[in-house]
């Protein structure tokens, strides 16, 4: 068989692990966020592909299972680590020894050879699967989905840099995988450029949006179940709460706006979706103390599931994501899915994200001037703006992101592994 067939064959078996953060939490509070959204979506249909699928992740409660179905071809594995409760992914490093031991006598249940690759999500999981994969004999792929010295190079105003621990384990998990998957060009020139990784182990994976789920609808229907003024402007925001996404941003902008224009007076709202999350637990009441000072109307609505979350981005006039850090920017894509404009921060993953001029705003810095004067702008254009939002989302699919990931995955599997697959 030459090698041009042979890598045509798939790998049976792929070990994802996301030991921080479980796939079946919900996005958008604590923890969880986009990257909870990838495992989910690229597991599932990697298991469509005919990829099985096991996912490991710490135990946070007493009452979780050991093994759950996720979906058709992925299970969910919880390994109990230190306490169930309490635990912040800060706290795991001091885990790791019994996260991995966890993994290890999981696999050990299984013939030789179990599993083809392991691909790791975020460096806490790097570290896990850099020893599992010597262990094994099998390639290790690494997605890091944030970047220690990206952050701390982008922080916001009384934010706290990620430790050396982690820059340091981001070092040896980059100079260990067989090969790293970056989010967009940006996040691979990060990865040679800041940590030293080889290029030729770096392979560019976009990640993808449920068109199918994320589409556009009726903006009036979308209000009407929300409790939406129909006549409101909307401005959106999504995500986890935390000076990184900087949420305060569109409340400052959102001032001067009303203060440009009387006539948005009793009709510009803010609608602020998400929970609190990395040291956004350290002033719990800020953004809600901001708006009262600010005197602007603001929403604050707990993370939403798929279907409240599609009416939210459909029922929103404009969404804004000006954070300071973005490895590619899930909320924007989703809200492009649904015909509504982005107005982002020049960062990162949102460069990629959104089309500048076309789909939505690219923003320089995070001053109020500025992000007034592009919301206001973005407003006045929201029709065409929507039209080139919905196209360039429709450029993104889960089922192409994880194409890719086989690709990937097909790339550092040895002959003689994909034979013994075939």
Same mark, same amino acid.
């Not at 949006?209 to 979308?222: I, K, Q, T």
């Given at each position: 068989?030459?090698?041009?067939?042979?890598?045509?064959?798939?790998?049976?078996?792929?070990?994802?692990?996301?030991?921080?953060?479980?796939?079946?939490?919900?996005?958008?509070?604590?923890? %969880?966020?986009?990257?909870?959204?990838?495992?989910?979506?690229?597991?599932?249909?990697?298991?469509?592909?005919?990829?099985?699928?096991?996912?490991?992740?710490?135990?946070?409660?007493?009452?979780?299972?050991?093994?759950?179905?996720?979906?058709?071809?992925?299970?969910?594995?919880?390994?109990?680590?230190?306490?169930?409760?309490?635990?912040?992914?800060?706290?795991?490093?001091?885990?790791?020894?019994?996260?991995?031991?966890?993994?290890?006598?999981?696999?050990?249940?299984?013939?030789?050879?179990?599993?083809?690759?392991?691909?790791?999500?975020?460096?806490?999981?790097?570290?896990?699967?850099?020893? %599992?994969?010597?262990?094994?004999?099998?390639?290790?792929?690494?997605?890091?989905?944030?970047?220690?010295?990206?952050?701390?190079?982008?922080?916001?105003?009384?934010?706290?840099?990620?430790?050396?621990?982690?820059?340091?384990?981001?070092?040896?998990?980059?100079?260990?995988?067989?090969?790293?998957?970056?989010?967009?060009?940006?996040?691979?020139?990060?990865?040679?450029?800041?940590?030293?990784?080889?290029?030729?182990?770096?392979?560019?994976?976009?990640?993808?949006?449920?068109?199918?789920?994320?589409?556009?609808?009726?903006?009036? %229907?979308?209000?009407?179940?929300?409790?939406?003024?129909?006549?409101?402007?909307?401005?959106?925001?999504?995500?986890?709460?935390?000076?990184?996404?900087?949420?305060?941003?569109?409340?400052?902008?959102?001032?001067?706006?009303?203060?440009?224009?009387?006539?948005?007076?009793?009709?510009?709202?803010?609608?602020?979706?998400?929970?609190?999350?990395?040291?956004?637990?350290?002033?719990?009441?800020?953004?809600?103390?901001?708006?009262?000072?600010?005197?602007?109307?603001?929403?604050?609505?707990?993370?939403?599931?798929?279907?409240?979350?599609?009416?939210?981005?459909?029922?929103?006039?404009?969404?804004?994501?000006?954070?300071?850090?973005?490895?590619?920017?899930?909320?924007?894509?989703?809200?492009? %899915?649904?015909?509504?404009?982005?107005?982002?921060?020049?960062?990162?993953?949102?460069?990629?994200?959104?089309?500048?001029?076309?789909?939505?705003?690219?923003?320089?810095?995070?001053?109020?001037?500025?992000?007034?004067?592009?919301?206001?702008?973005?407003?006045?254009?929201?029709?065409?703006?929507?039209?080139?939002?919905?196209?360039?989302?429709?450029?993104?699919?889960?089922?192409?992101?994880?194409?890719?990931?086989?690709?990937?995955?097909?790339?550092?599997?040895?002959?003689?592994?994909?034979?013994?697959?075939?």
């Amino acid at each position: 068989m030459t090698v041009g067939v042979l890598r045509s064959v798939r790998p049976r078996r792929v070990a994802v692990l996301s030991v921080h953060t479980s796939p079946l939490e919900q996005p958008g509070t604590g923890d %969880a966020g986009g990257m909870n959204v990838y495992v989910v979506e690229t597991s599932k249909r990697l298991a469509q592909l005919g990829v099985e699928v096991e996912v490991f992740t710490r135990a946070t409660s007493s009452d979780l299972p050991p093994v759950c179905d996720l979906a058709p071809g992925v299970t969910v594995r919880h390994l109990t680590a230190g306490p169930f409760e309490g635990m912040s992914k800060e706290d795991l490093p001091s885990q790791l020894c019994a996260l991995t031991s966890g993994l290890l006598r999981v696999e050990a249940q299984h013939e030789a050879g179990y599993f083809d690759v392991v691909h790791s999500h975020y460096w806490l999981s790097g570290q896990v699967g850099w020893l %599992a994969t010597e262990r094994w004999g099998v390639p290790l792929v690494h997605t890091a989905h944030t970047l220690a010295k990206v952050k701390n190079r982008a922080l916001a105003e009384g934010d706290t840099p990620e430790p050396l621990r982690r820059v340091v384990g981001e070092e040896q998990v980059i100079a260990a995988a067989d090969s790293l998957v970056a989010n967009t060009a940006q996040e691979a020139r990060d990865l040679v450029h800041l940590y030293g990784a080889d290029v030729e182990r770096v392979v560019t994976v976009a990640p993808g949006v449920d068109l199918e789920h994320f589409r556009p609808g009726e903006a009036s %229907a979308a209000r009407t179940r929300l409790g939406v003024p129909p006549d409101a402007v909307l401005l959106l925001f999504v995500g986890r709460l935390q000076p990184l996404k900087a949420p305060d941003v569109l409340l400052h902008a959102a001032q001067r706006l009303l203060e440009q224009d009387p006539a948005l007076a009793g009709r510009l709202q803010v609608a602020v979706v998400g929970g609190l999350s990395g040291t956004g637990y350290d002033h719990p009441t800020y953004l809600q103390d901001l708006a009262a000072k600010l005197d602007v109307t603001v929403r604050f609505e707990p993370p939403a599931g798929p279907d409240r979350l599609r009416d939210w981005y459909v029922a929103a006039d404009l969404v804004a994501v000006p954070s300071h850090n973005e490895s590619f920017g899930l909320v924007a894509l989703e809200a492009q %899915a649904c015909g509504t404009p982005v107005v982002a921060a020049r960062v990162g993953g949102l460069l990629t994200t959104v089309r500048d001029g076309a789909s939505g705003l690219l923003v320089d810095g995070h001053g109020t001037e500025a992000w007034a004067a592009a919301l206001r702008h973005g407003l006045e254009r929201r029709a065409e703006l929507s039209r080139g939002a919905v196209a360039h989302a429709s450029h993104y699919s889960w089922g192409r992101t994880a194409q890719g990931l086989l690709g990937a995955y097909r790339d550092v599997l040895s002959p003689a592994t994909l034979a013994a697959t075939s």
